[in-house]
């Protein structure tokens, strides 16, 4: 069936420090794929999707690159912030009725 | 402002007590969702909503019951609750199940703690 594995964390990280968050995933056909956020005590908030094969998603510093190859599409940011802290979400849409399939959610800590 | 809205935010409960847990959204959209979310799990689907008037299982059903009142409301009811529900409980929605690219939207949650 169609799974969503990520990098367990928690991830630490200096400020100003390269961020990468594996995100790999088994899917039958074309999947949608999405990474979410969710910062402490709130919901989960939409970070960046990718519906196609090459497609980069991007937004607030962020990108992931849908790699169909490689079924993958891991999360970067070329410097992080204190304000990045928090849990990241991959996601994976296979449409035909089928719900969304979570990863597990990777923590990030980001300290001054 | 737009999107969705759960109440209450904070609940504790005594063991066998019920509750439930409301949820709207404004953006017109036909699915709905609640899950829940544990230390180490992730988040769990509990039970969704395709469309007004359906309702399905979901992964850990178990103990839960479910009402999509209308178009706009989705509630959760915990009919006798146990300590381990005790969780964070969100709701989300989104425009149509079952077409790829829809991203879901959240609620803020709600914190339930069973004693």
């Known amino acids: 069936g169609d799974s969503v594995t990520q990098m367990e964390g928690p991830v630490t990280l200096s400020e100003e420090a390269f961020l990468t968050i594996n995100c790999t995933y088994t899917?039958?056909?074309?999947?949608?794929l999405f990474w979410y956020v969710q910062y402490p005590g709130e919901g989960l908030q939409l970070l960046l999707k990718?519906?196609?094969a090459d497609d980069k998603g991007s937004n607030k510093g962020f990108e992931a690159t849908y790699r169909k190859e490689t079924t993958s599409f891991h999360l970067e940011k070329g410097s992080v912030q204190v304000s990045d802290s928090a849990v990241y979400f991959c996601?994976?849409?296979?449409?035909?009725?089928?719900?969304?399939?979570w990863g597990l959610g990777t923590s990030l800590a980001v300290n001054p | 402002n737009a999107g969705v809205t759960q109440t209450p935010k904070f609940q504790v409960l005594k063991t066998g007590q019920s509750m439930t847990l409301q949820c709207a959204q404004d953006?017109?959209?036909?699915?709905m969702y609640w899950y829940r979310q544990d230390p180490g799990m992730g988040l769990r689907l509990i039970y969704y909503?395709?469309?007004?008037?359906?309702?399905d299982k979901g992964e850990v059903p178990n103990g839960y019951n479910v009402s999509r009142l209308n178009k706009r409301e989705f509630s959760l009811r915990l009919e006798s609750a146990a300590p381990s529900q005790t969780s964070v409980y969100f709701c989300?929605?989104?425009?149509?199940?079952?077409?790829?690219?829809?991203?879901?939207?959240f609620g803020d949650g709600t914190r339930l703690s069973i004693l």
């Open positions: 989300a929605s989104s425009e149509r199940l079952g077409f790829p690219n829809q991203p879901q939207h």
């Open positions: 996601a994976l849409d296979a449409g035909n009725n089928r719900k969304l399939i």
């Open positions: 899917a039958t056909g074309y999947p949608s």
């Open positions: 990718a519906t196609k």
């Open positions: 953006m017109n959209h036909n699915s």
């Open positions: 909503s395709a469309s007004e008037g359906t309702t």
